[in-house]
């Protein structure tokens, strides 16, 4: 008989607190509401950026004229 397995557990990407992966964390991969909502707060006031190319202005983008 196999032994049931340990819940895999996730440092939370905020604060570094263990996160059991599984249903009884609602707010994985955060320990919380509010580190989720601290990522969130840092992702909207571009604290991280996707590494890339600098976006189009309307002129270049050949999708604009779409929306004219």
Known sequence: MEKP???REVKCPT????VVWGPQ???RPF???RCRKIDL???ASDAYRVEGETPLDDE???L?????
């Not at 604060?15 to 263990?18: F, K």
């Not at 604009?64 to 004219?68: A, L």
């Open 5 to 7: 397995r340990a819940p």
């Open 25 to 27: 964390s609602p707010h």
């Open 31 to 33: 320990c919380s509401e």
């Open 60 to 62: 270049a983008d050949p």
């Open 41 to 43: 707060g840092a992702w």
């Open 15 to 18: 604060c570094g607190a263990p």
């Open 64 to 68: 604009s004229h779409f929306g004219r």
